[in-house]
């Protein structure tokens, strides 16, 4: 018999698992939590899942061609809409070398700067320093750091907070380089890159930008624990 710790033992069952399990135990619901039922998944997502299961592995991630509108409305109604598409841009090299190398680390920016400001769980902080959550600085050595925003469109006076904090890590000194996923809706866009290229202050840091990844649509897969190189210049990332 497994033992469970103690910590494990208090959790409290969550809220959304315990809707999800309403859910499966009625009629004609339609979940709207995992993807877009009406939504095609794009190409090269599926190409790259496929590759996955059959190889076990990634061997490389080219920007999509699109990018969609995320839903504003989720009524019945809504149900077979198709979200508004735009033309993609492609990887945005925003300083630094076009080619750097290293393993993926990091995730979404806003619990990342939960992590260490508590404003949306006082006790978060603590919690992440008590169980050392944020990886340690020699675990950045060398790193790729990943960067994306949520669907909450952090205002660029937040986004300003959270790079700060970051930066007094030390985390920007011993990275390789930083990808930034596209902003849901490409909202603040501009205002993102231009704080990124200033908190950062070192023009010789890779920074890549407008990548298919996180909370906006269409998401990539970038593994972790595996060696990357990017190539703005060419619009690849490359694995293995």
Same mark, same amino acid.
């Given at each position: 018999?497994?033992? $469970?710790?103690?910590?494990?033992?208090?959790?409290?069952?969550?809220?959304?698992?315990?809707?999800?399990?309403?859910?499966?135990?009625?009629?004609?619901?339609?979940?709207?939590?995992?993807?877009?039922?009406?939504?095609?998944?794009?190409?090269?997502?599926?190409?790259?899942?496929?590759?996955?299961?059959?190889?076990?592995?990634?061997?490389?991630?080219?920007?999509?061609?699109?990018?969609?509108?995320?839903?504003?409305?989720?009524?019945?109604?809504?149900?077979?809409?198709?979200?508004?598409?735009?033309?993609?841009?492609?990887?945005?090299?925003?300083?630094?070398?076009?080619?750097?190398?290293?393993?993926?680390?990091?995730?979404?920016?806003?619990?990342?700067?939960?992590?260490?400001?508590?404003?949306?769980?006082?006790?978060?902080?603590?919690?992440?320093?008590?169980?050392?959550?944020?990886?340690?600085?020699?675990?950045?050595?060398?790193? $790729?750091?990943?960067?994306?925003?949520?669907?909450?469109?952090?205002?660029?006076?937040?986004?300003?907070?959270?790079?700060?904090?970051?930066?007094?890590?030390?985390?920007?000194?011993?990275?390789?380089?930083?990808?930034?996923?596209?902003?849901?809706?490409?909202?603040?866009?501009?205002?993102?890159?231009?704080?990124?290229?200033?908190? $950062?202050?070192?023009?010789?840091?890779? *920074?890549?930008?407008?990548?298919? *990844?996180?909370?906006?649509?269409?998401?990539?897969?970038?593994?972790?624990?595996?060696?990357?190189?990017?190539?703005?210049?060419?619009?690849?990332?490359?694995?293995?």
């Amino acid at each position: 018999m497994k033992e $469970i710790s103690n910590v494990a033992k208090i959790v409290q069952p969550s809220p959304i698992r315990k809707m999800f399990n309403l859910a499966d135990g009625m009629e004609d619901v339609v979940s709207f939590t995992v993807g877009e039922p009406d939504f095609n998944t794009p190409a090269h997502v599926v190409d790259a899942a496929v590759e996955a299961l059959r190889t076990g592995t990634i061997r490389e991630v080219r920007p999509s061609s699109v990018w969609y509108e995320s839903r504003k409305e989720f009524g019945p109604d809504q149900v077979g809409t198709e979200l508004p598409v735009h033309k993609n841009t492609g990887f945005e090299l925003l300083q630094g070398p076009a080619q750097f190398e290293g393993e993926i680390l990091g995730g979404c920016i806003d619990s990342m700067y939960e992590m260490f400001s508590g404003w949306r769980h006082a006790d978060m902080p603590d919690v992440c320093k008590t169980y050392s959550l944020f990886p340690d600085l020699d675990d950045w050595r060398g790193k $790729i750091l990943l960067l994306e925003s949520c669907e909450e469109y952090m205002p660029p006076e937040t986004y300003k907070k959270a790079l700060e904090t970051l930066k007094d890590t030390g985390v920007f000194d011993v990275v390789s380089g930083v990808l930034v996923g596209k902003p849901m809706d490409e909202v603040y866009a501009a205002e993102y890159k231009k704080l990124l290229a200033g908190v $950062i202050a070192n023009k010789e840091l890779p *920074i890549v930008c407008n990548l298919n *990844i996180g909370h906006a649509l269409p998401r990539c897969i970038l593994p972790f624990g595996v060696h990357a190189r990017v190539d703005a210049g060419e619009q690849v990332i490359r694995f293995g």
